[in-house]
């Protein structure tokens, strides 16, 4: 039943978002040296490894490490890297990964590979079970302001709630805090 939503409502965002999204990739691509798309080793369910692609919203050459380990990461961002941020505009390719099955449209946020002590917490919760979603319980939550801990134990409540329902909610709390830019740090 998810996977149908999931095809359904990509149809939709694909007819939508199509003119946006390669608006936004020439944008990319002229205002600053590399490709339109960053394609970043994510976590998907049971630990597997997957290509995810964004925006990309950093310079080439930027360390493949969660922004805020970065020592001063507003000086990797392109010039409008941090209006695609702050817009969750960089997010859209991501529809591509819902497309393969590698996503859904509401999870866990997938962690980057490198980022052992989320991926090991949320083995220990069987949160690895689930497919990492384009946005999810603790993006809702929080976002960049939680710890790692608190972002697990909303992975786990949305695991042990999960529903239709929940997700239709999740998505809803979503758009807003998008149009609000709220808990978006970075």
Known sequence: ????????????????????????????????????????????????????????????????????LLANPQAYLTPIGGFLRKTSLDELPQLWSILLGDMSFVGPRPAL???????????????????????????????????????VALDVEYLQKKSLALDIKILMLTVLRVLLRDNIAH
């Not at 694909?14 to 040296?33: D, H, Q």
């Not at 394609?39 to 990309?56: H, Q």
């Not at 497919?131 to 929080?142: I, M, N, R, S």
């Open 113 to 151: 590979f490198n980022q052992h002590d989320l991926i090991g917490l949320r083995a220990q919760a069987g949160v690895d079970k689930l497919l990492p979603g384009l946005t999810g319980w603790a993006q809702v939550h929080g976002r960049d302001e939680l710890s790692i801990a608190d972002k």
């Open 1 to 68: 039943m998810k996977r149908c939503v999931d095809l359904l409502l990509l149809l939709i965002a694909i007819i939508v978002l199509c003119l946006p999204m390669g608006f936004l990739a020439v944008l990319v691509r002229i205002s600053s040296t590399g490709p339109a798309l960053y394609w970043s080793d994510r976590v998907g369910r049971n630990n597997i490894i997957f290509r995810m692609p964004k925006f990309r919203t950093m310079q080439s050459g930027t360390p493949a490490v969660a922004t805020h």
